[in-house]
């Protein structure tokens, strides 16, 4: 596909609707007659319901119904099958039994007639417990019921009798703690019945996947359910799959027989609504005298809740990202009183590359080779997993030129070796990597007779720029400029699209879009060539279709003509295409490198670069594309420096869930310089655009990337994140004067 609209950066077409405030968020939709609901919350990590006093809450102005687990409608379990499509994380209804299972749990529902008065009845009402000895965290979940295998497992060769007797080895461990994904929108869902047929807007990264798992616990068919979201305040995983508060509140529209918006407060959504989970990674590798390496055992262990099976899957790029004949990956969990963890931005990568690239720095210095040659000797040129060719792989590139453009070759290796002024200047690198996805889709495309172009898929725009890249396919297939093509999103009534996460949505949604409108221009010309058309002795075919024009033997045609010649509305194409198949490993690739400032005169750390390479074939936005990069860089830095939710480990209960004590990084705390260089270039083995997934990759890598660069600094390996200044203070070597 040659260059055009393909490639530039254009503004995103919804932006303005953003910014003016027209663009309607799930909680911004009121029907008429809407009520409001409010949750009551647990307040122990475990035990069970032994009383709810309401009679206060009753009384209070306002009130339509509580919901609790004696008065709440019976419903059915989805199957919660990713297969099926009906994927939920936490598989138990709300107000099922009287059984608590982590702090923050819905207990009860207060329905009222406005939103105040729901919240202050739903604060009157008194909840006895029975309370049981929590589990608070994955140390407790280990010691007093062990682990249970997880899914994502993987052994090549004999890693354990190639590492004794090597040359070089080390044995590690890293662990990481709890994150919360706290996206800028709140969770929310306004359900509204008409007869046995839902309506529900909902802030949600999946609307198809929600319309069947309602479907299940409803006993609807499909075609009964109806879930819009067509803008979201973001989500980075947490919005995926349904949580609690969508079925509690379209259950209390039904049972109440009016529309119910139920919106979850920010501390809920530490509790309520997933987490990234905490993790312990032992690591043991082995290189030969040459730094090559021969063993390589990644073992790790997350918390899951008590009410399902979450398994974060951290070795998913260790088992093809080096070259290594004898490999061992192996995936574990725990149970502990916490809600459900689900996916957040780059599951299993972003936690397991902080691990691996950490451990590939200490094992390159334990052989006494330059961390980037090292990498560069043993990255896979073959995914050794699947015993597959990448289909395209440009890591090699893209390290050398991240490290070029960063000045890696100025780099003493010396720890503290390198300063100015009060400061310690630190290097650091790691690799990035991520899986490239695509899933079936389909979608629906039609040329106007009134010159535009109207374009509808159920995916979603999260933030990222689909609406823009989908504009730009049809843009660059019709040649109608971006002010003319109206995309649709959000919504289950179009044809379906996929979950947008784990960064397929471009690549899934831009083939079917390219096929529907492909599939228009295919009606047109028979429109064209038809007995009453412009072109009635032409054959279809010999039809080229450019800049919205029908051409043939020097005679063109504007399409819109065709169609008001025959008095038609619209030329309409609709697609359905396929996942990706199984000749090649598909994965993107880049490489970070980051400069850290430590000053121990006033125990101050910053981040002052950093400089990335990406590798995720062609780039459909060159601004939106980079923005992605950027957030994710950003989000790594939180990652390794800032974010951990705690939790009182003598009864589970979160101590900082909220956003005044849970540390994120803001405009102060972002590098003076960040440098994104997008490699470009493209996948055709994976899609017609050559284009991958970019949403996760930048923050697979960075959190190893600081890390490495504050051991340069200071000579303190943290291997446990986030990176807190207190970790660096104590017995800090004195390198002012080297």
Partial sequence: MDAGVIGSGPRRIDGQRKVTGAAPYAADHHPDNMAYGYGVFSTIASGTITGLDLDAARQFPGVIDIFHHDHFPELHRSPASFAQGNKVEETRLPFEDNHVYYEGQFVALVVADTFENARA?????????????????????????????????????????????AAHSIDVTYTTPVETHNPMEMHASVASWENDRLTIFESSQGVVVQRNALAKIFGLP??????????IGSGFGSKLWMWPHAVAASAAAREIGRPVQLVVPRQQMFTTTGHRPETRQRLRLATDENGRLVSLRHESINTTSFTDQYVETCGSVTKSLYSCPNLTVSHETTQVNRGTPTSMRAPGAAPGLFALESAIDEMALAAGVDPLEFRMNNYASRDESLGLDFSSNHIREATEKAAEKFGWQDRNPDVGSMHEGHEIIGYGMAACNWEALKRECEARVSLRADGTAYVTC?????????????????????????????????????????VSGGSWATATTLPAIAAATREAIKELKGYATSDKGDFSDADSDSLTFENARLTHDGQSVDYVDVLKGQRLASADGHAHTKGADDKYSYRSFGAHFVEVRWDPGISNLRIARVVSAIDVGRVINSMTA?????????????????????????????????????????????????????????????????????????????????????????????????????????????????
């Fill in 222 to 231: 499909p075609s009964h359910v109806r879930v819009e979201s067509p803008f």
């Fill in 121 to 165: 009845a739903a604060r009157k009402i008194g909840v006895s417990y029975q309370t049981d000895s929590a589990i608070a965290n994955l140390d407790q979940g280990v010691k007093a019921h062990g682990t249970r295998s997880g899914s994502g497992n993987h052994e090549r060769g004999d890693a354990a009798a190639h590492f004794d007797g």
């Fill in 458 to 498: 159920a995916t979603q725009d999260i933030g990222t720029g689909t609406y823009t890249i989908i504009a730009q396919t049809v843009s660059e297939l019709t040649g109608l400029p971006l002010e003319k093509i109206t995309v649709r999103l959000g919504d289950t009534s179009y044809p379906a699209g996929p």
């Fill in 626 to 738: 980079r923005n992605q990069v950027e957030g994710a860089i950003v989000m790594g830095l939180g990652m390794a420096h800032f974010e951990a939710t705690e939790f009182d480990p003598r009864n589970g209960r979160p101590v900082n869930n909220n956003y005044a004590e849970y540390v994120v990084p803001v405009h102060a705390d972002q590098p003076p310089e960040v440098d994104v260089i997008l490699l470009d270039y493209p996948d055709l083995e994976f899609n017609e655009f050559g284009a991958r997934g970019i949403g996760e990759i930048g923050i697979t890598g960075m959190a190893a990337a600081v890390a490495n660069a504050v051991y340069h600094a200071t000579g303190k390996r943290i291997r446990d994140l986030p990176i807190f200044k207190e970790k660096l203070m104590e017995n800090v070597p004195d390198v002012q004067s080297a």
